[in-house]
């Protein structure tokens, strides 16, 4: 039997609340299969930072392995987690979940307190002009402003370099890793093994771009750091 055509299906579906593309994917060929089972991964990753909770992608193989089917990412709640045949959730589970999603607000919180963090305000005096000009700038990526949800957006002072502008790698930043700010923020804040051990922001300090850019496309790819 001929192994069978490559061939795509689309419609629309709802998962949880959430469109999605209800399509799979048919690869007879092995490099084509690996080709797009590595494009699910890096889409999966990408996706996942920009919405900060988890994605999923199914992967099915007939005993053949002449039929090979991929289906599309997609987004799963942030409270929705496997649970056992009873359909109860763990208790232990659910209270562990429930302490780490506080740690989080609670070092959320710190951040965008730190005295490092200026307001829209603040920040557009600093580069002189206006909050509306800041705030557009952010949305384009090209200022690093993080979402302190009750104190507003927040500006880290330490993203302007020593000619007081902010750093020319931060639109790139931003587009390599799904436009999330947070994920601007962990990547310049966090030491690479990339960049030698350094934090991104030292890198950008030193003049690095290349080598920060370079590590920021690698970390959207998946590679290990």
Do not use: C
């Amino acid at each position: 039997m001929a192994a069978p055509k490559r061939s795509n299906h689309s419609g629309t579906a709802s998962h949880a609340g959430v469109a999605a593309l209800s399509f799979t994917t048919k690869l007879p060929a092995q490099a084509d299969f690996k080709k797009v089972l590595l494009e699910r991964y890096q889409e999966a990753i990408a996706r996942s930072r920009k919405i900060g909770h988890r994605v999923s992608f199914r992967v099915e193989v007939d005993p053949a392995g002449d039929a090979q089917t991929i289906t599309p990412v997609e987004e799963q709640p942030i409270d929705t987690f496997p649970v056992d045949d009873t359909g109860k959730p763990d208790a232990e589970l659910e209270a562990a979940l429930a302490g780490a999603r506080a740690r989080g607000r609670k070092r959320v919180a710190e951040i965008v307190a730190g005295e490092d963090m200026l307001s829209a305000d603040a920040f557009a005096k600093l580069l002189g002009t206006s909050r509306v000009t800041v705030n557009a700038r952010r949305q384009s990526g090209q200022v690093l402003g993080i979402d302190g949800a009750k104190r507003g957006f927040r500006f880290p002072v330490w993203q302007l370099d020593k000619d007081g502008r902010p750093f020319g790698a931060l639109p790139a930043l931003h587009a390599m890793l799904g436009n999330s700010a947070w994920a601007v923020y962990r990547f310049l804040v966090s030491r690479h093994g990339a960049l030698d051990g350094r934090a991104g922001l030292r890198a950008l300090q030193q003049g690095d771009d290349a080598a920060v850019l370079a590590a920021a496309e690698g970390m959207a790819r998946g590679d290990f750091d």
